[in-house]
């Protein structure tokens, strides 16, 4: 999968995981001194999850007074929908009149500029005939080719209240506006042929303009606009702004990222046997894989082998890596933005036309070489995951 990923080349992966896997052994390490203190006693990893959640919940700002203030169509008008105004000239007008395949789907004409752009069609309420989680589909793709128009979908699994308004949580604000950077991503295509248009993209660029659309979340402009009290209408308060403009990374971040980085290895190590080639004791073949990238005993990867559904048997096969291969190009993209003044159309256009709109009719990595004028530097990601101290 490497190969016709973003990253192209084995090399470029195992240079970006050298440079992780420091930062994220030595925060694990630290955070370990600090379980063992709070325990009383050395901790070992069936300690760990338990100890960790006791100092996060000791440390964390509690989030559950922020949802008077995030209320689900005060969100997508006032924020998702507003962003995406400001940065690239979209509008979005309900269609009553279009019939959905549910009644609680709602159908939205989407025009830029006062020209057509396509539809995006919301899909936000769990029910018993429905899988869980949230994703992005695009029930129709852009194509020159065939003169098509975007159609696309973004479906969640909120809970529908019984009555009143639908109050969110901090999470599901964060994943309304990552499933609309996929939308967007669907929306904004320019490309000839439907096979490459919008999230036609590789796996490991495919993440890359979902996570880039979080970031307008947490803009203050926007906060602003969408953050207010469902009953009253008041901006919200000075204490609870902080808690969702700058969260601080969490207490545990160090060991996330090292077992999701040790999970990365493995997954490599694999497909890098020859044909034929077999292993007679899998853990000693772990062990090694792992003590040669500089990840020590005591941390051990997100998934073992024998269960490690998504190289096997998910469609990752030598790619678990494109998770982090994507967050480090969207917070490079974030700084770029940051360095440009933030939320401002010229910035929209110049990151529509060079990547949104391109999908996989051009090589990603040229495009965002293009774009940000050199290749994707790792520290705005090392900040973000607070793996730079």
Request: proline share 6%; net charge negative; glycine share 8%.
């Amino acid at each position: 999968m490497t190969e016709v990923g973003t990253a192209e080349t084995v090399d470029a992966v195992e240079k970006m995981l050298a440079r992780l896997v420091p930062h994220a052994v030595c925060n694990a390490d630290t955070e370990a001194a600090e379980l063992a203190a709070r325990a009383g006693h050395p901790i070992e990893s069936w300690d760990r999850a338990f100890y960790t959640e006791v100092i996060r919940r000791e440390r964390a700002a509690d989030t559950a007074a922020l949802r008077p203030y995030l209320e689900l169509e005060r969100v997508l008008h006032h924020g998702v929908f507003a962003a995406a105004g400001e940065l690239y000239g979209l509008r979005f007008t309900e269609r009553f009149d279009l019939p959905g395949y549910h009644p609680d789907v709602r159908m939205f004409h989407v025009e830029r500029d006062g020209e057509p752009v396509g539809l995006f069609v919301a899909d936000h309420y769990a029910r018993e005939t429905k899988r869980g989680g949230a994703w992005m589909n695009s029930l129709v793709v852009q194509s020159g080719l065939l003169g098509t128009r975007p159609v696309v979908l973004n479906t969640l699994n909120l809970t529908k209240p019984a009555a009143g308004p639908t109050l969110l949580t901090v999470a599901e604000v964060v994943t309304l506006f990552h499933e609309f950077g996929h939308a967007l991503h669907g929306l904004l295509s320019d490309v000839r042929y439907p096979t490459f248009a919008g999230p036609g993209v590789p796996r490991d660029f495919v993440e890359f303009p979902s996570q880039v659309n979080e970031v307008w979340l947490r803009d203050p402009e926007i906060v602003h606009r969408y953050a207010r009290h469902h009953l009253t209408g008041a901006p919200l308060p000075a204490d609870l702004w902080a808690r969702l403009i700058d969260p601080a990374p969490t207490f545990g971040e160090g060991f996330a990222t090292a077992e999701y980085l040790a999970a990365v290895l493995l997954d490599l190590a694999w497909h890098r046997l020859a044909p034929g080639e077999e292993v007679d004791d899998v853990e000693a073949f772990e062990a090694a894989a792992l003590a040669a990238a500089g990840i020590p005993a005591q941390l051990p990867p997100r998934y073992r082998s024998a269960y490690f559904n998504h190289v096997f048997a998910g469609g990752y096969s030598a790619a678990y890596y494109s998770y982090i291969w994507s967050e480090v190009l969207d917070a490079d993209t974030v700084e770029w933005f940051r360095e440009r003044g933030g939320l401002r159309r010229e910035n929209g256009e110049v990151f529509a036309a060079a990547l949104l709109s391109r999908g996989g009719a051009v090589d990603p990595m040229e495009a965002y070489r293009a774009f940000r004028g050199r290749d994707p530097e790792i520290a705005p990601l090392l900040t973000r995951r607070g793996l730079n101290g």
